[in-house]
């Protein structure tokens, strides 16, 4: 059910009401008019890296842009759209520049350069703060559809807004885009949203997304000729949308990091790869005698064949630069191959914070290989790996900075057994979330944990590397330095010792791995 208040649809009313006197001017039809017209949707979706991945190979948003102006060359009817997910994370997003941590603020002045025309709301849009994420929304020169998200202020909400030159601007719900083709004859675009609650944050509310498109849907239908969706939400809820609205002939999605094509009934549901690995180029035409809609589909490859968009490629490059400067402080080269990964190293939050995962596993091991103090076990959160992907193939320094951004320490510290279960304990109870633990050395589950095959004893002392963020407290609150169940802590103090940054722990490990 809807969760308005009636405040809150008289607000909605008004809203649509202003938006409507804005929108959907008629165009006048020439005797020339042949009435079809055809145009052109360049689609992406949870893109958090600006430049090229897998080594630069493929992706690549200057190699996007240069797509995106060939497509308009070909056809002045097209548009280039984001269905969400693109603040965060990245490791550029975690660095600091001009005083401030960079949050996104790389991709907007590549997203603006591009020219691209709009964005759908991704749940990644809110892991960074509601100040940072204002900050980005007013430097965006594109659209941000808010259809089933307002901002809570108080104990109120208000939509979404821009504010430039101190004025407010309201995000609105959806949009309707107006085409005419070189012959005059017009399409009424238009284009709702919806995005998923899956990790929601306390500035934003949410509504019920089916019931949010079903109002949206009654506003756009008298203003619109064709209307589709851009959306970020999972598969499974796209396609029940798809099902109910089958007038609707398209929804370009994202969440999922794989592309996806599913035909439901009428409509289509689409998703591109990640970081803009691939993106959706859609031909849709209509007629205007018959009312008929047909939507084809292009999955294309960004790849090195695709020559870069030079004024894109410029800030593309001014952003990377920023980020190589800050990993050199750490190691010598960022893009040496430092392993190999036959099989796919998982550092998704959706397995990551569920159970152990081969990430987890090399990176705790990469700790308890880094310990002076022959440790016996290692532990670190689950929520310090920040990357939610999957690392392949060859995988190079700055990969391991991607996955640990925000870096730390490991310590070796010597703790008692029946604090190592208590915070076993914890970490169990705390399955889905940040703080359940990746392991090296421990076994069992349940209360039945072992170290080394040795059941954990109450009374025993255990060497165990443990990163410095563990022991603040901030996940697992009795785990800190003044525990009377840590009987010793020893940090590094000089940057040669691997322990100083955990990535170089990693890293050196990888290599003996090779
Ligand atoms: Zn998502």
Known sequence: MLQTSIRQQVFITLFISLFLISCGTAKK?????????????????????????????????????????ELKQENPQTMMVL???????????????????IRGRQMIEVLNAMGLDMVAFGNHEFDISEADLQKRINESKFEWLATNIQQVCGNKEYPFYREVNGKKQFLPESKVMNFTDADGT????????????????????????????????????????????????????DMALAQKY?????????????????????????????????????????????????????????DE???????????????????????????????????????????????????????????????????VKGAEAAIFNSGSVRIDDQLSGAIMAID???????????????????????????????????????????????????????????????KIAITDFLLRGLDIPFLTEKNEGIMSIDKPVSANDLRSDLRKAIIAYMKKQK
């Open 29 to 69: 039809i020439t005797s020339s008019d042949d009435g079809k017209i055809e145009i052109a949707i360049l689609q992406m979706n949870d893109v958090y890296e600006i430049s090229g991945v897998d080594g630069g190979k493929i992706g690549d948003l200057s190699r996007v842009a240069t797509v995106y102006k």
């Open 83 to 101: 269905a969400g997910d693109f603040l965060n994370p990245s490791l550029v997003g975690t660095m600091r520049y001009e005083g401030e941590r």
């Open 186 to 237: 017009p399409l009424r675009l238009g284009v709702f949203s919806a995005v998923i609650n899956s990790n929601p944050v306390d500035f934003v509310h949410y509504y019920n997304a089916d019931s949010m498109v079903n109002l949206t849907l009654q506003d756009l239908k008298p203003k619109s000729d064709v209307i589709i969706g851009l959306t970020h939400l999972s598969m499974e809820e």
């Open 246 to 302: 089958q007038s609707v002939p398209l929804i370009m999605g994202g969440h999922e990091h794989d592309h996806m094509y599913h035909n439901v009934g009428k409509s289509i549901v689409a998703k591109a790869d990640a970081n803009a690995k691939t993106v959706y180029i859609h031909r849709l035409t209509y007629n205007t005698k018959s009312g008929a809609t047909k939507v084809t589909s292009e999955l294309k490859v960004i």
């Open 305 to 371: 064949e695709i020559k870069r968009d030079e004024a894109t490629a410029a800030i593309v490059d001014k952003w990377k630069k920023v980020l190589e400067d800050q990993v050199k402080e750490i190691v010598d080269d960022p893009y040496e191959i430092v392993y190999t990964a036959d099989e796919a190293l998982d550092g998704r939050e959706s397995s990551m914070r569920h159970r152990q995962t081969n990430m987890g596993s090399i990176f705790a091991a990469a700790f308890l290989n880094s310990s």
């Open 400 to 462: 391991i900075f991607r996955a640990l951004p925000f870096g730390g320490s490991v310590y070796d510290i010597e703790m008692k057994g029946s604090l190592l279960k208590g915070v076993l304990r914890f970490s169990e109870k705390e399955k889905g979330k940040g703080a359940f633990l990746q392991t090296s050395g421990i076994t069992g589950s349940n209360g039945d944990w072992m170290v080394n095959g040795q059941k954990i004893d109450d009374d025993r002392i255990y």
